[in-house]
């Protein structure tokens, strides 16, 4: 006891005590977490596997113990004990699993009733036997099984694998009349080493499935191999073995997002069944044999390849939505029909030789390497062709519709094409046709294209990028916008291309040259001309850009050729500064002698040279604006029914008459030089001129109202600030009410049986039947008979 007594050695008993504290608890949590194994000892009194004596510790196995049955580290007590599963199973955590060595030498019961879950350490048996479950109601749940010794007999309900299945060795499978399950989220490899199933499913939620060669599974009747639900971008469906079963069989997944397959190894083999169905996922086959020549349904929603082996289609009719390519197997036709019903895809046929062919699907590619015959009359939905279709009568496409280069059409009398039409065909002539019809537009991009001799055409838009497009000689009509570009060759073969419809039109025309032209638009649409198009309109031609408000007007960027009147109509004004005819700095007009703006359209010129000087109509029905350039009027009259504007441009009166003639209010605005300036009207209305602009006119200048009752009233567009007119030679004035006009640039002005409003300059007013007039010089008001400087 004498050791205890000093201080030192009270405090090295503590710090024992506490080591040794701490080492328990060590032992206690190592043992709690690795705590994995749990044997089957046999000290029961039964073989029960709730009785907890037959187990080592006394103690059952929990949800994440691996239950052991004379394993390497199970030998003690009587390990060969058989054992009775009386109560639910439960080792489904994470680690759980049953472990039947291969020394157990008892027998493993699954009592009626009760259901066995293994978790991830899965199922594994090496020796002993295992009786499941004569009842269909009962299961087995594990992640992963495998069995290479003793003898496993499944339970009679379902067995759910969820990852990989193992069979080796010399062991026995009894099915039991049950059916193997695999589900689950974790990828899936079946090596089945021969063993015999009653009834197997598939149905993965993600992760994919490989069946080995060793594996026959019985699917039964109509099934579905699902092996994934999601995105899951691993494994896909790998098939070395055999699927057999009755009906249609379903391969299912999520199609090729990232890449997934379904792949027939060369050892794939189906049996018994009369149909085959995948998903979009692509099908790629190597199999020696894959026969399906006398399946009545044959279905591939995704990509179909053939890499090596031999594949018999059925007799009747087999689908491909995807891609089809044979790389280097054997394709037997075996007499039945390929339907391609997809949207996308390319078909090439390099090795494969097709009995009937039928193209559905609206956005596929044909190979160089493919010649389908089509038949009599043949509807497809349309795609690109770089090989050849032949057959008779009229092609109807219902989608769009491209020629590449090698493209062939052969033996046909008519082609319609469902929406737009693409060609760089080599050489695409269609002379001898009864019928060409394109529902949308026409693009060509190479190659030389012939349309039916004579006929008429009809696109919505027209697009030439390269090679020789012969027009027909008879109306090409388009609705929409016209594009020529790079280096083709356009022939106008004496036709008539016609601008119409109710789309809008911009014309790009790549200075190509045109036989004839005309334009009718409807609707809101409106046309711009663009500067490398010159447009041959013919004799007396009216251009109609619009036939309502609110359209985009006409605009001219190139030149308009011809004979007689040009007229240029447009819908009405109404829509700020919409509606309007524009002909801007490269516009141009040639060998016209009259030119009419009608339907009030507004006219605006910035060309650089607008020269109307020897035409001897100009008729204007609604405003014109000269913005900038030169404008020069016809020396004859040109008449307006709008408002007049000159911002700054340059305007040669060449000696004619511009005559405001609109019956209500017009307006004068920026300052110009006239030769006759005419505003008589026929009825009352008023004439504004911009404050602070000077109209000049070198001779006569014409104001006259209808009456003394119905007046021109003339102004400023600001009240109390004038406008300014110079006038060199007579003046017509009559009928009119003046404010804020200040006519002292030229001659003073007499205005008869008129009223002087206010703030005028320069002008004489005489009342009805006076005889002497009123003047009124620089703001001074001269009574008749006062006499200034002797005059």
Partial sequence: MAFFRTNKNRKLIIVLALLIVLLAAGFIYVRKVFAATKCWDGGGTTNNWSENANWAGDTPPGTTDVATFHGASCTAGTPDKDVTIDQAVDLS?????????????GTITQGGGYVITAGTSGWTQAGGTFAGSASSYDGISTSSFSLTGGSFTSTAGIATVSASFTVSGSPVFNANGGTVAFNGSTTATLSCNNITFNLVTIDKSSGGATVGSACSLPLGNNPTVDWTDSAS????????????????LTITGWGSSCGEQVNFGSTAVLSGFSGFSIDATPFYTSATTLDLGAYTTVNFDGAFTLSSGTFTAPSGTMTV???FTNTAGTFTANGGTVTFDGSTGTISCTGTTFNTVTLPGTGKTINSTCSFELGAGPTIGGGTLNGTLSGTGTLTTTGAFAMGTTGVLSGFSGLIVGTSFTTSATTLDLSAYSTFTVATSFSQSGGTFTPPTGQNLTFTSFSLTSGTFNATSGTMNVTGSFTVSGSPVFNANGGTVAFNGSTTTTLSCNNITFNLVTIDKSGTSGVTVGSACSLPLGNNPTVDSSDSICSSGFTLNGTLSGTGTLTITGGTPGCGGNDWVRFNSTAALSGFSGFSIGDTSLFTTSATTLDLGAYTTVNFD??????????TAPSGTMTLAGNFTNTSGTFDANGGTVWLDR?????????TAFFNLNLTSTSARTVTFTAGTTQTVANQFIAKGVSSGSRITMGSSSVGTQWNLSVSGPEDVKWANIRDSNACGGRALIANDSTNT???????????????????????????????NGT
Avoid at 93 to 105: D, E, L, M, R, T
Avoid at 663 to 671: E, P
Avoid at 759 to 766: H, K, L, M, R, Y
């Fill in 233 to 248: 971008c691993i494994g896909g469906f790998t098939l070395n073995g055999t699927l057999s079963g009755t009906g249609t």
């Fill in 663 to 671: 019956t209500s209010t017009q307006t004068i605005a920026g300052s």
């Fill in 622 to 631: 609604g405003s014109f604006t000269l913005s900038s350039g030169a404008f």
């Fill in 93 to 105: 955590g994470s680690g759980g699993g049953i472990n039947i060595g291969s020394n157990y030498a």
């Fill in 758 to 788: 206010a703030n005028n300059t320069c002008w004489s007013f005489i009342a009805n039947g006076a005889k002497n007039p009123t003047y009124i010089l620089k703001g001074v008001l001269i009574n008749p008979g006062v006499t200034i």
């Fill in 321 to 323: 939505a995807g891609s």
